[in-house]
Protein backbone atom coordinates (compact mmCIF):
# COMPACT_ATOMS: atom_id res chain seq x y z
CA UNK A 1 0.00 0.00 0.00
CA UNK A 2 1.58 3.28 -0.69
CA UNK A 3 2.06 5.54 2.24
CA UNK A 4 0.51 8.61 2.61
CA UNK A 5 1.30 11.70 5.09
CA UNK A 6 -0.89 11.50 7.15
CA UNK A 7 -0.14 14.63 9.04
CA UNK A 8 -0.40 17.08 6.03
CA UNK A 9 -3.77 18.36 5.37
CA UNK A 10 -3.85 18.90 2.11
CA UNK A 11 -5.57 16.21 -0.05
CA UNK A 12 -3.77 14.49 -3.18
CA UNK A 13 -6.53 14.63 -5.63
CA UNK A 14 -7.09 18.17 -6.77
CA UNK A 15 -8.69 18.75 -9.79
CA UNK A 16 -6.96 17.67 -12.66
CA UNK A 17 -4.57 15.26 -10.27
CA UNK A 18 -5.71 12.09 -11.28
CA UNK A 19 -5.30 9.44 -14.29
CA UNK A 20 -9.04 10.18 -14.73
CA UNK A 21 -9.07 13.44 -14.27
CA UNK A 22 -5.98 14.36 -16.35
CA UNK A 23 -8.29 12.20 -19.08
CA UNK A 24 -11.10 14.58 -18.87
CA UNK A 25 -9.14 17.39 -18.73
CA UNK A 26 -7.18 16.76 -21.66
CA UNK A 27 -10.53 15.79 -23.73
CA UNK A 28 -12.38 18.99 -22.73
CA UNK A 29 -8.78 20.93 -23.64
CA UNK A 30 -8.68 19.33 -27.35
CA UNK A 31 -12.47 19.85 -27.33
CA UNK A 32 -13.42 16.16 -27.75
CA UNK A 33 -15.66 16.94 -25.06
CA UNK A 34 -17.91 19.91 -25.17
CA UNK A 35 -19.20 19.11 -20.92
CA UNK A 36 -18.33 16.41 -18.70
CA UNK A 37 -21.08 13.98 -18.43
CA UNK A 38 -20.45 10.94 -15.97
CA UNK A 39 -22.91 8.77 -14.10
CA UNK A 40 -22.71 6.95 -10.79
CA UNK A 41 -24.75 3.45 -11.73
CA UNK A 42 -25.31 1.16 -8.85
CA UNK A 43 -27.73 -1.77 -9.15
CA UNK A 44 -30.18 -1.87 -6.53
CA UNK A 45 -29.98 -5.65 -5.18
CA UNK A 46 -28.47 -4.07 -1.74
CA UNK A 47 -27.10 -0.78 0.39
CA UNK A 48 -24.96 1.46 -0.69
CA UNK A 49 -21.24 1.06 1.09
CA UNK A 50 -18.31 3.02 1.56
CA UNK A 51 -16.64 1.61 -1.61
CA UNK A 52 -19.60 3.22 -3.25
CA UNK A 53 -18.14 6.29 -2.28
CA UNK A 54 -15.15 5.91 -3.57
CA UNK A 55 -17.42 5.80 -6.87
CA UNK A 56 -19.72 8.17 -6.18
CA UNK A 57 -17.05 11.10 -4.75
CA UNK A 58 -15.10 10.55 -8.62
CA UNK A 59 -18.11 10.47 -10.85
CA UNK A 60 -20.14 13.50 -9.01
CA UNK A 61 -16.37 15.16 -8.05
CA UNK A 62 -15.36 15.39 -12.04
CA UNK A 63 -18.88 16.63 -12.98
CA UNK A 64 -18.56 19.56 -9.77
CA UNK A 65 -14.84 20.23 -10.74
CA UNK A 66 -15.05 20.26 -14.59
CA UNK A 67 -18.83 22.10 -14.46
CA UNK A 68 -20.65 19.35 -16.04
CA UNK A 69 -23.04 16.61 -14.81
CA UNK A 70 -23.96 13.44 -13.10
CA UNK A 71 -26.74 11.31 -13.66
CA UNK A 72 -27.79 8.40 -10.85
CA UNK A 73 -28.52 5.56 -12.95
CA UNK A 74 -30.12 2.55 -11.99
CA UNK A 75 -28.26 -0.56 -13.36
CA UNK A 76 -32.17 -2.53 -12.77
CA UNK A 77 -31.52 -5.24 -15.26
CA UNK A 78 -32.00 -8.27 -13.05
CA UNK A 79 -35.57 -8.13 -11.35
CA UNK A 80 -34.75 -11.40 -9.38
CA UNK A 81 -32.27 -9.45 -6.97
CA UNK A 82 -33.75 -5.63 -6.88
CA UNK A 83 -36.21 -4.17 -4.37
CA UNK A 84 -37.76 -0.78 -4.12
CA UNK A 85 -36.35 -0.87 -0.46
CA UNK A 86 -32.98 -0.63 -2.47
CA UNK A 87 -33.75 2.13 -4.72
CA UNK A 88 -34.82 4.32 -1.85
CA UNK A 89 -31.87 3.83 0.33
CA UNK A 90 -29.44 4.16 -2.42
CA UNK A 91 -31.35 7.97 -3.47
CA UNK A 92 -31.22 8.66 0.15
CA UNK A 93 -27.55 7.57 0.73
CA UNK A 94 -26.23 9.48 -1.85
CA UNK A 95 -28.12 12.63 -1.03
CA UNK A 96 -26.62 12.08 2.47
CA UNK A 97 -23.01 11.69 1.34
CA UNK A 98 -23.77 15.30 -0.26
CA UNK A 99 -24.34 14.71 -3.75
CA UNK A 100 -27.35 15.82 -6.08
CA UNK A 101 -28.22 14.48 -9.27
CA UNK A 102 -30.93 17.38 -9.99
CA UNK A 103 -33.42 16.30 -12.77
CA UNK A 104 -30.63 13.24 -13.76
CA UNK A 105 -32.46 10.17 -12.05
CA UNK A 106 -32.51 7.55 -14.43
CA UNK A 107 -33.01 3.93 -14.99
CA UNK A 108 -31.54 0.83 -17.40
CA UNK A 109 -35.43 -0.06 -17.69
CA UNK A 110 -36.50 3.51 -18.76
CA UNK A 111 -34.43 1.95 -22.04
CA UNK A 112 -35.79 -1.66 -22.47
CA UNK A 113 -38.25 -0.88 -25.38
CA UNK A 114 -34.47 0.70 -27.22
CA UNK A 115 -32.51 -1.63 -26.10
CA UNK A 116 -34.69 -4.30 -27.57
CA UNK A 117 -35.03 -2.54 -30.95
CA UNK A 118 -30.89 -2.10 -31.14
CA UNK A 119 -30.89 -5.68 -30.37
CA UNK A 120 -33.02 -6.87 -33.68
CA UNK A 121 -31.01 -4.32 -36.16
CA UNK A 122 -27.91 -6.81 -34.73
CA UNK A 123 -30.21 -9.98 -35.60
CA UNK A 124 -30.59 -7.95 -39.02
CA UNK A 125 -27.20 -7.13 -39.69
CA UNK A 126 -26.03 -10.73 -38.94
CA UNK A 127 -24.31 -9.69 -35.90
CA UNK A 128 -27.21 -11.86 -33.40
CA UNK A 129 -28.68 -14.74 -32.99
CA UNK A 130 -30.77 -16.80 -30.32
CA UNK A 131 -29.24 -19.76 -29.29
CA UNK A 132 -30.92 -23.03 -27.67
CA UNK A 133 -27.87 -24.47 -26.13
CA UNK A 134 -28.34 -25.37 -22.49
CA UNK A 135 -26.78 -23.57 -19.89
CA UNK A 136 -24.30 -26.09 -19.19
CA UNK A 137 -23.55 -26.64 -23.08
CA UNK A 138 -22.86 -22.69 -23.72
CA UNK A 139 -20.51 -23.17 -20.56
CA UNK A 140 -18.61 -25.91 -21.86
CA UNK A 141 -18.34 -25.36 -25.36
CA UNK A 142 -17.15 -21.16 -24.52
CA UNK A 143 -13.75 -22.57 -24.04
CA UNK A 144 -10.63 -21.61 -21.70
CA UNK A 145 -8.11 -18.69 -21.36
CA UNK A 146 -6.35 -21.80 -23.49
CA UNK A 147 -8.08 -23.12 -25.52
CA UNK A 148 -11.02 -21.67 -27.93
CA UNK A 149 -14.40 -21.87 -27.78
CA UNK A 150 -16.43 -23.87 -29.76
CA UNK A 151 -19.53 -22.61 -32.32
CA UNK A 152 -23.20 -22.98 -31.60
CA UNK A 153 -24.85 -25.38 -33.36
CA UNK A 154 -27.71 -22.60 -34.10
CA UNK A 155 -24.95 -19.79 -34.91
CA UNK A 156 -26.24 -19.63 -37.94
CA UNK A 157 -29.81 -19.42 -37.76
CA UNK A 158 -31.22 -17.32 -40.60
CA UNK A 159 -32.39 -13.42 -39.66
CA UNK A 160 -35.99 -14.37 -39.99
CA UNK A 161 -36.04 -17.01 -37.83
CA UNK A 162 -33.69 -15.52 -35.27
CA UNK A 163 -36.22 -12.47 -35.44
CA UNK A 164 -38.95 -14.80 -35.00
CA UNK A 165 -37.16 -16.75 -31.97
CA UNK A 166 -36.42 -13.03 -30.67
CA UNK A 167 -39.88 -12.53 -30.97
CA UNK A 168 -41.68 -15.19 -29.48
CA UNK A 169 -39.02 -14.50 -26.50
CA UNK A 170 -40.32 -11.40 -25.84
CA UNK A 171 -43.84 -12.81 -26.06
CA UNK A 172 -43.83 -14.81 -23.53
CA UNK A 173 -43.78 -18.40 -25.67
CA UNK A 174 -40.80 -19.75 -23.69
CA UNK A 175 -39.76 -20.78 -20.51
CA UNK A 176 -36.95 -18.95 -18.31
CA UNK A 177 -33.95 -20.10 -19.40
CA UNK A 178 -34.65 -22.04 -22.40
CA UNK A 179 -33.10 -19.45 -24.84
CA UNK A 180 -30.93 -16.43 -25.08
CA UNK A 181 -29.92 -13.92 -27.62
CA UNK A 182 -26.19 -13.99 -28.20
CA UNK A 183 -24.03 -11.21 -30.09
CA UNK A 184 -21.98 -13.00 -32.69
CA UNK A 185 -18.77 -11.98 -32.59
CA UNK A 186 -15.98 -14.40 -32.38
CA UNK A 187 -15.70 -17.78 -30.35
CA UNK A 188 -12.16 -18.29 -30.81
CA UNK A 189 -11.30 -14.29 -29.45
CA UNK A 190 -8.28 -14.33 -27.07
CA UNK A 191 -10.63 -12.52 -24.82
CA UNK A 192 -13.50 -14.83 -23.49
CA UNK A 193 -15.81 -11.59 -23.19
CA UNK A 194 -15.70 -11.62 -26.89
CA UNK A 195 -16.57 -15.17 -27.16
CA UNK A 196 -20.58 -14.68 -28.28
CA UNK A 197 -21.83 -12.76 -25.16
CA UNK A 198 -25.23 -13.18 -23.89
CA UNK A 199 -27.40 -10.27 -24.40
CA UNK A 200 -30.76 -11.37 -23.77
CA UNK A 201 -32.21 -14.31 -21.11
CA UNK A 202 -35.30 -15.01 -20.62
CA UNK A 203 -36.24 -14.75 -16.96
CA UNK A 204 -40.65 -14.46 -16.18
CA UNK A 205 -40.20 -12.19 -13.59
CA UNK A 206 -41.66 -9.00 -12.10
CA UNK A 207 -39.68 -5.92 -12.42
CA UNK A 208 -40.03 -3.44 -9.81
CA UNK A 209 -40.77 -0.38 -12.55
CA UNK A 210 -42.17 -2.26 -15.62
CA UNK A 211 -44.17 -4.96 -13.68
CA UNK A 212 -45.33 -7.47 -16.06
CA UNK A 213 -44.25 -6.16 -19.30
CA UNK A 214 -40.93 -7.90 -19.79
CA UNK A 215 -39.89 -11.79 -19.88
CA UNK A 216 -36.62 -10.84 -21.67
CA UNK A 217 -34.12 -8.72 -19.78
CA UNK A 218 -30.78 -8.01 -21.27
CA UNK A 219 -28.02 -8.99 -19.23
CA UNK A 220 -24.93 -5.79 -17.89
CA UNK A 221 -22.57 -5.85 -20.72
CA UNK A 222 -25.62 -5.18 -23.55
CA UNK A 223 -27.01 -3.14 -21.50
CA UNK A 224 -24.53 -0.41 -19.94
CA UNK A 225 -22.72 0.93 -22.58
CA UNK A 226 -26.19 1.84 -24.63
CA UNK A 227 -27.60 3.43 -21.79
CA UNK A 228 -24.30 5.94 -21.32
CA UNK A 229 -24.80 6.29 -24.87
CA UNK A 230 -28.48 7.20 -24.55
CA UNK A 231 -27.69 9.58 -21.70
CA UNK A 232 -24.70 11.31 -23.83
CA UNK A 233 -21.99 10.43 -21.05
CA UNK A 234 -18.49 11.21 -21.69
CA UNK A 235 -16.53 9.11 -19.65
CA UNK A 236 -17.95 5.71 -18.04
CA UNK A 237 -16.05 5.45 -14.94
CA UNK A 238 -16.24 2.20 -13.60
CA UNK A 239 -13.69 -0.64 -11.71
CA UNK A 240 -11.08 -2.49 -12.67
CA UNK A 241 -13.08 -5.68 -13.24
CA UNK A 242 -14.25 -4.15 -16.35
CA UNK A 243 -11.15 -3.94 -17.85
CA UNK A 244 -11.52 -6.78 -19.90
CA UNK A 245 -15.22 -6.32 -20.89
CA UNK A 246 -14.38 -2.76 -22.87
CA UNK A 247 -13.50 -4.32 -26.10
CA UNK A 248 -17.31 -5.49 -25.66
CA UNK A 249 -18.52 -1.82 -24.47
CA UNK A 250 -16.93 -0.94 -27.28
CA UNK A 251 -17.99 -3.75 -30.11
CA UNK A 252 -21.83 -2.71 -29.02
CA UNK A 253 -21.21 0.74 -29.24
CA UNK A 254 -19.69 0.56 -32.90
CA UNK A 255 -21.95 -1.71 -34.41
CA UNK A 256 -25.47 0.13 -33.47
CA UNK A 257 -26.52 3.41 -34.06
CA UNK A 258 -26.53 5.31 -30.58
CA UNK A 259 -26.65 8.59 -30.19
CA UNK A 260 -23.20 9.11 -28.45
CA UNK A 261 -20.18 7.95 -28.38
CA UNK A 262 -19.11 7.07 -24.37
CA UNK A 263 -15.92 5.70 -23.44
CA UNK A 264 -15.12 3.64 -20.63
CA UNK A 265 -12.17 4.47 -17.84
CA UNK A 266 -11.30 1.53 -15.18
CA UNK A 267 -9.98 2.46 -11.92
CA UNK A 268 -8.93 0.59 -8.81
CA UNK A 269 -11.53 -0.45 -6.24
CA UNK A 270 -12.03 0.40 -2.49
CA UNK A 271 -10.54 -2.60 -0.29
CA UNK A 272 -10.29 -1.94 3.17
CA UNK A 273 -8.40 -3.94 6.42
CA UNK A 274 -10.50 -6.07 8.53
CA UNK A 275 -14.05 -4.74 6.00
CA UNK A 276 -15.64 -6.93 3.75
CA UNK A 277 -17.39 -4.90 0.33
CA UNK A 278 -18.42 -7.78 -1.10
CA UNK A 279 -22.20 -6.92 -1.55
CA UNK A 280 -23.21 -11.06 -1.26
CA UNK A 281 -21.41 -11.11 1.97
CA UNK A 282 -23.31 -7.77 2.96
CA UNK A 283 -26.59 -9.25 2.11
CA UNK A 284 -25.87 -12.70 4.02
CA UNK A 285 -24.86 -10.82 6.96
CA UNK A 286 -27.83 -9.20 7.53
CA UNK A 287 -29.89 -11.83 5.69
CA UNK A 288 -28.86 -14.62 8.74
CA UNK A 289 -28.66 -11.92 11.68
CA UNK A 290 -24.85 -11.81 12.15
CA UNK A 291 -25.83 -8.12 12.51
CA UNK A 292 -29.33 -6.09 13.05
CA UNK A 293 -29.80 -4.61 9.55
CA UNK A 294 -27.93 -2.62 6.61
CA UNK A 295 -27.67 0.48 9.50
CA UNK A 296 -26.14 -1.77 11.87
CA UNK A 297 -23.65 0.64 13.13
CA UNK A 298 -20.55 -2.27 12.44
CA UNK A 299 -21.71 -2.45 8.60
CA UNK A 300 -19.63 -0.59 6.06
CA UNK A 301 -22.67 0.87 4.17
CA UNK A 302 -23.17 4.38 3.90
CA UNK A 303 -26.73 3.65 6.59
CA UNK A 304 -24.49 2.13 8.86
CA UNK A 305 -21.78 4.58 8.85
CA UNK A 306 -24.16 7.26 9.13
CA UNK A 307 -26.26 5.61 12.27
CA UNK A 308 -22.80 5.53 13.89
CA UNK A 309 -22.18 8.53 13.61
CA UNK A 310 -19.41 9.26 10.76
CA UNK A 311 -20.01 12.94 9.61
CA UNK A 312 -19.98 12.56 5.67
CA UNK A 313 -17.78 14.96 5.45
CA UNK A 314 -15.13 12.74 7.04
CA UNK A 315 -15.64 9.52 4.39
CA UNK A 316 -15.20 12.49 1.30
CA UNK A 317 -11.93 13.67 2.99
CA UNK A 318 -11.26 10.14 2.75
CA UNK A 319 -11.63 9.41 -0.50
CA UNK A 320 -9.64 12.59 -1.31
CA UNK A 321 -6.65 11.18 0.83
CA UNK A 322 -6.51 7.73 -0.73
CA UNK A 323 -6.98 9.01 -4.53
CA UNK A 324 -7.62 6.74 -7.62
CA UNK A 325 -5.17 4.98 -9.09
CA UNK A 326 -5.39 1.92 -11.66
CA UNK A 327 -4.02 -0.66 -9.25
CA UNK A 328 -5.81 -2.46 -6.92
CA UNK A 329 -4.47 -2.26 -3.48
CA UNK A 330 -5.71 -2.59 0.25
CA UNK A 331 -6.29 0.18 2.38
CA UNK A 332 -5.66 1.14 6.08
CA UNK A 333 -8.61 0.86 8.23
CA UNK A 334 -6.93 3.44 10.07
CA UNK A 335 -6.41 5.91 7.07
CA UNK A 336 -10.55 6.13 6.99
CA UNK A 337 -10.59 5.87 11.14
CA UNK A 338 -8.20 9.50 11.16
CA UNK A 339 -10.56 10.73 8.32
CA UNK A 340 -13.41 10.52 10.95
CA UNK A 341 -11.32 11.72 13.81
CA UNK A 342 -10.40 14.70 12.21
CA UNK A 343 -13.90 15.41 11.18
CA UNK A 344 -14.93 14.77 14.87
CA UNK A 345 -12.62 16.52 16.53
CA UNK A 346 -13.53 19.85 14.66
CA UNK A 347 -16.96 19.45 15.31
CA UNK A 348 -17.55 17.39 18.16
CA UNK A 349 -18.68 19.39 21.81
CA UNK A 350 -17.00 17.72 24.77
CA UNK A 351 -19.18 16.37 27.30
CA UNK A 352 -18.28 13.69 30.40
CA UNK A 353 -19.48 11.00 30.69
CA UNK A 354 -18.77 7.72 32.99
CA UNK A 355 -18.84 4.37 31.30
CA UNK A 356 -18.53 2.07 34.13
CA UNK A 357 -19.04 3.51 36.91
CA UNK A 358 -17.15 3.17 40.65
CA UNK A 359 -19.08 5.24 43.36
CA UNK A 360 -16.81 7.84 44.94
CA UNK A 361 -17.85 9.36 48.37
CA UNK A 362 -16.02 12.54 49.26
CA UNK A 363 -16.73 12.39 53.19
CA UNK A 364 -15.62 16.40 54.18
CA UNK A 365 -17.81 17.44 50.97
CA UNK A 366 -21.14 18.89 53.49
CA UNK A 367 -23.77 16.45 52.54
CA UNK A 368 -27.06 18.13 50.71
CA UNK A 369 -24.76 20.81 48.91
CA UNK A 370 -24.20 21.38 45.02
CA UNK A 371 -22.43 23.51 43.20
CA UNK A 372 -22.26 24.95 39.85
CA UNK A 373 -18.51 24.81 37.63
CA UNK A 374 -18.00 25.74 34.88
CA UNK A 375 -17.18 23.73 31.85
CA UNK A 376 -15.89 24.38 28.38
CA UNK A 377 -17.59 22.93 25.23
CA UNK A 378 -14.39 23.20 23.16
CA UNK A 379 -11.29 23.32 23.76
CA UNK A 380 -10.04 25.10 20.24
CA UNK A 381 -13.07 26.60 19.51
CA UNK A 382 -13.98 29.14 22.61
CA UNK A 383 -17.12 30.43 20.31
CA UNK A 384 -18.72 26.84 21.60
CA UNK A 385 -19.03 28.86 25.15
CA UNK A 386 -19.68 26.65 28.58
CA UNK A 387 -21.84 24.95 29.96
CA UNK A 388 -22.61 24.50 34.28
CA UNK A 389 -21.87 21.17 35.46
CA UNK A 390 -23.23 20.54 39.41
CA UNK A 391 -20.63 18.80 41.59
CA UNK A 392 -21.55 17.24 44.87
CA UNK A 393 -21.15 14.72 47.84
CA UNK A 394 -21.13 11.43 45.79
CA UNK A 395 -19.63 11.27 42.40
CA UNK A 396 -19.15 8.63 39.69
CA UNK A 397 -15.73 8.00 38.63
CA UNK A 398 -14.74 5.18 35.69
CA UNK A 399 -14.00 2.11 37.18
CA UNK A 400 -10.67 1.90 35.50
CA UNK A 401 -9.34 5.25 36.65
CA UNK A 402 -8.62 3.48 40.16
CA UNK A 403 -6.44 0.82 41.03
CA UNK A 404 -6.11 -0.46 44.46
CA UNK A 405 -2.31 -1.70 44.01
CA UNK A 406 -1.03 0.31 41.18
CA UNK A 407 1.95 -0.58 38.93
CA UNK A 408 4.87 1.91 38.83
CA UNK A 409 3.30 3.95 35.75
CA UNK A 410 -0.14 4.40 37.14
CA UNK A 411 -0.85 7.85 38.24
CA UNK A 412 -4.26 7.78 38.68
CA UNK A 413 -6.44 7.21 41.49
CA UNK A 414 -5.50 4.93 44.12
CA UNK A 415 -5.43 4.92 47.95
CA UNK A 416 -3.67 7.68 49.11
CA UNK A 417 -2.67 9.67 45.60
CA UNK A 418 -3.85 13.10 44.84
CA UNK A 419 -5.72 13.54 41.48
CA UNK A 420 -7.73 16.06 39.75
CA UNK A 421 -11.31 15.83 38.81
CA UNK A 422 -11.70 18.05 35.82
CA UNK A 423 -12.99 21.47 36.62
CA UNK A 424 -13.14 20.58 39.76
CA UNK A 425 -10.91 19.75 42.77
CA UNK A 426 -8.27 17.53 43.86
CA UNK A 427 -9.41 14.43 45.84
CA UNK A 428 -7.05 11.88 47.74
CA UNK A 429 -8.58 8.27 47.94
CA UNK A 430 -8.95 7.56 51.81
CA UNK A 431 -10.15 4.09 51.53
CA UNK A 432 -11.95 1.28 49.81
CA UNK A 433 -14.96 -0.51 50.35
CA UNK A 434 -15.15 -3.50 49.00
CA UNK A 435 -18.76 -6.27 48.47
CA UNK A 436 -18.45 -10.15 49.80
CA UNK A 437 -16.66 -10.49 46.97
CA UNK A 438 -13.77 -8.57 47.36
CA UNK A 439 -14.59 -6.59 44.48
CA UNK A 440 -14.21 -2.48 45.23
CA UNK A 441 -17.67 -0.78 44.99
CA UNK A 442 -17.20 2.95 46.76
CA UNK A 443 -14.09 5.12 47.47
CA UNK A 444 -13.91 7.08 50.08
CA UNK A 445 -12.17 10.51 49.58
CA UNK A 446 -11.10 13.99 50.79
CA UNK A 447 -11.14 17.00 49.04
CA UNK A 448 -9.07 20.05 48.92
CA UNK A 449 -11.40 23.26 49.00
CA UNK A 450 -8.42 25.59 47.54
CA UNK A 451 -8.11 23.66 44.55
CA UNK A 452 -11.71 24.77 42.86
CA UNK A 453 -11.01 25.21 39.29
CA UNK A 454 -7.97 22.16 39.62
CA UNK A 455 -5.48 24.28 40.58
CA UNK A 456 -3.74 24.10 43.78
CA UNK A 457 -2.89 27.89 45.67
CA UNK A 458 0.95 26.29 47.20
CA UNK A 459 1.72 25.40 43.74
CA UNK A 460 1.77 21.24 44.24
CA UNK A 461 0.95 19.62 41.11
CA UNK A 462 -0.80 15.43 40.60
CA UNK A 463 0.07 13.44 37.60
CA UNK A 464 -3.35 12.77 36.31
CA UNK A 465 -6.63 14.55 35.81
CA UNK A 466 -10.04 12.59 35.31
CA UNK A 467 -13.24 12.69 34.48
CA UNK A 468 -16.46 12.48 36.49
CA UNK A 469 -20.30 12.89 37.13
CA UNK A 470 -22.52 13.82 39.94
CA UNK A 471 -24.16 10.43 41.27
CA UNK A 472 -27.44 12.45 41.66
CA UNK A 473 -27.43 14.39 38.82
CA UNK A 474 -26.22 12.28 36.17
CA UNK A 475 -28.68 10.25 33.60
CA UNK A 476 -28.33 6.78 33.08
CA UNK A 477 -27.54 5.48 29.96
CA UNK A 478 -26.58 2.99 27.63
CA UNK A 479 -23.55 2.51 25.25
CA UNK A 480 -22.57 0.58 22.31
CA UNK A 481 -19.12 -0.07 21.52
CA UNK A 482 -18.26 -1.34 18.30
CA UNK A 483 -15.07 -3.20 17.80
CA UNK A 484 -14.15 -4.51 14.09
CA UNK A 485 -16.83 -6.86 12.57
CA UNK A 486 -13.94 -9.30 11.62
CA UNK A 487 -10.57 -10.43 13.45
CA UNK A 488 -8.71 -10.74 10.37
CA UNK A 489 -7.04 -7.23 8.51
CA UNK A 490 -8.24 -9.59 5.33
CA UNK A 491 -11.27 -11.99 6.14
CA UNK A 492 -11.91 -14.79 3.58
CA UNK A 493 -14.76 -13.51 1.67
CA UNK A 494 -15.94 -17.16 0.65
CA UNK A 495 -16.22 -17.96 4.63
CA UNK A 496 -17.15 -15.20 6.27
CA UNK A 497 -18.55 -16.68 9.04
CA UNK A 498 -15.35 -18.06 10.63
CA UNK A 499 -13.58 -14.42 10.48
CA UNK A 500 -16.39 -13.03 12.34
CA UNK A 501 -15.34 -10.69 15.61
CA UNK A 502 -17.33 -12.48 18.62
CA UNK A 503 -16.80 -8.90 20.74
CA UNK A 504 -18.04 -6.38 17.85
CA UNK A 505 -20.37 -5.11 20.07
CA UNK A 506 -20.27 -4.33 23.68
CA UNK A 507 -23.08 -3.19 25.49
CA UNK A 508 -22.32 -1.00 28.30
CA UNK A 509 -25.67 -0.91 30.24
CA UNK A 510 -25.19 1.34 33.41
CA UNK A 511 -23.28 4.44 31.78
CA UNK A 512 -24.35 7.63 33.67
CA UNK A 513 -23.81 10.72 31.03
CA UNK A 514 -24.10 14.31 32.42
CA UNK A 515 -27.38 16.00 32.33
CA UNK A 516 -26.78 17.75 29.37
CA UNK A 517 -26.61 15.03 26.99
CA UNK A 518 -29.99 14.03 28.00
CA UNK A 519 -31.34 16.74 25.34
CA UNK A 520 -28.24 15.56 22.67
CA UNK A 521 -29.43 15.41 19.14
CA UNK A 522 -28.33 13.86 16.27
CA UNK A 523 -24.77 15.54 16.41
CA UNK A 524 -22.07 14.11 17.45
CA UNK A 525 -20.18 14.55 20.70
CA UNK A 526 -17.55 13.46 21.97
CA UNK A 527 -17.09 12.14 26.16
CA UNK A 528 -14.15 13.24 27.14
CA UNK A 529 -10.88 11.12 27.57
CA UNK A 530 -13.53 8.48 26.52
CA UNK A 531 -14.00 8.81 22.56
CA UNK A 532 -16.71 10.18 20.04
CA UNK A 533 -20.35 8.99 20.55
CA UNK A 534 -23.37 9.51 18.95
CA UNK A 535 -27.18 9.50 19.82
CA UNK A 536 -28.64 6.23 18.24
CA UNK A 537 -32.26 5.89 16.84
CA UNK A 538 -33.08 3.07 18.89
CA UNK A 539 -33.56 5.57 22.32
CA UNK A 540 -36.53 6.92 23.20
CA UNK A 541 -37.49 9.38 26.24
CA UNK A 542 -36.18 8.21 29.37
CA UNK A 543 -33.79 5.69 27.60
CA UNK A 544 -30.66 7.26 26.21
CA UNK A 545 -28.35 4.70 23.60
CA UNK A 546 -25.08 6.18 22.52
CA UNK A 547 -23.24 4.68 19.94
CA UNK A 548 -19.12 4.99 20.02
CA UNK A 549 -18.39 5.98 16.59
CA UNK A 550 -14.71 5.56 17.53
CA UNK A 551 -12.13 5.75 20.24
CA UNK A 552 -9.60 8.72 20.53
CA UNK A 553 -6.44 8.55 19.21
CA UNK A 554 -4.15 9.36 22.29
CA UNK A 555 -1.61 6.70 24.02
CA UNK A 556 -4.58 6.72 26.57
CA UNK A 557 -5.92 3.03 25.85
CA UNK A 558 -2.37 1.90 25.32
CA UNK A 559 -1.55 3.01 28.90
CA UNK A 560 -4.95 1.40 29.94
CA UNK A 561 -4.23 -1.84 28.45
CA UNK A 562 -0.65 -2.25 29.49
CA UNK A 563 -1.79 -1.32 32.75
CA UNK A 564 -4.65 -4.14 32.65
CA UNK A 565 -1.81 -6.47 31.79
CA UNK A 566 0.14 -5.41 34.45
CA UNK A 567 -2.60 -5.19 37.16
CA UNK A 568 -3.80 -8.95 35.92
CA UNK A 569 -0.05 -9.71 36.49
CA UNK A 570 0.25 -8.16 39.80
CA UNK A 571 -3.19 -10.03 40.88
CA UNK A 572 -2.58 -13.50 40.13
P1 LIG B 1 -22.18 -6.35 -7.68
O1 LIG B 1 -21.89 -5.88 -9.08
O2 LIG B 1 -21.38 -7.49 -7.22
O3 LIG B 1 -23.61 -6.45 -7.32
P2 LIG B 1 -21.03 -3.84 -6.95
O4 LIG B 1 -20.49 -3.51 -5.59
O5 LIG B 1 -20.15 -3.76 -8.12
O6 LIG B 1 -21.65 -5.24 -6.73
P3 LIG B 1 -22.80 -1.98 -8.23
O7 LIG B 1 -24.14 -1.57 -7.79
O8 LIG B 1 -22.66 -2.59 -9.57
O9 LIG B 1 -22.30 -2.94 -7.14
O10 LIG B 1 -21.81 -0.76 -8.07
C1 LIG B 1 -22.09 0.53 -8.56
C2 LIG B 1 -20.81 1.23 -8.90
O11 LIG B 1 -19.96 1.29 -7.77
C3 LIG B 1 -20.06 0.49 -9.97
O12 LIG B 1 -19.60 1.42 -10.93
C4 LIG B 1 -18.90 -0.14 -9.26
O13 LIG B 1 -17.79 -0.25 -10.08
C5 LIG B 1 -18.67 0.82 -8.10
N1 LIG B 1 -18.09 0.11 -6.96
C6 LIG B 1 -18.56 -1.00 -6.37
N2 LIG B 1 -17.74 -1.42 -5.39
C7 LIG B 1 -16.72 -0.53 -5.35
C8 LIG B 1 -15.53 -0.41 -4.56
N3 LIG B 1 -15.24 -1.29 -3.59
N4 LIG B 1 -14.70 0.63 -4.81
C9 LIG B 1 -14.99 1.52 -5.77
N5 LIG B 1 -16.08 1.47 -6.56
C10 LIG B 1 -16.94 0.45 -6.36
MG1 LIG C 1 -21.26 -4.17 -10.16
Not at 88 to 91: G, L, R, Y
Not at 407 to 422: A, D, I, T, Y
Given at each position: ?9 DA ?6 D????I???D ?5 A???V ?16 K ?32 I????A ?41 T ?39 F ?55 I??I ?5 T ?31 N ?19 V ?13 L ?13 V ?37 P ?48 P ?16 Y ?18 E ?56 D??P?S ?22 F ?43 R?
Open positions: MAKVDMASGPAEAGRFIRDVKALDAGRKEVTRFPPEPNGYLHIGHASICLNFGIAQEFGGRCHLRFDDTNPVKEEQEYDAIEDVRWLGFDWGKHLYHASDYFEQLYNWAEDLIRASLAYVDDQHEQMRVNRGTLTEPGKNSPFRDRSVDENLDLFRRMRAGEESGARVLRAKIDMAAGNINLRDPVMYRILHAPHPRTGAAWKIYPSYDYAHGQSDAEHTHSICLEFEDHRPLYDWFIENLKVPSRPRQYEFARLLTYTVLSKRVLTLLVRDGHKGWDDPRMPTLAGRRRGVPPAAIRDFKRIGVAKANSVVDVGMFEFSVREALNKSALRRMVVLKLKVVIENYPEGQVEELDAVNHPDDPGAGSRKIKFARELFIEQHDFMENPKKFFRLSPGVEVRLRAYFITCKEVKKNVKGEVVLRCGYDPGTKGGNAPDGRKVKATIHWVSAAHAVPAEVRIYNPLFTKPDPDAQNFVALNSLEVLGDARVEPALAEAGAEPVQERNGYFCLDPDSAPGKLIFNRTIGLRDTFAKDVAKEKAAGSAQS
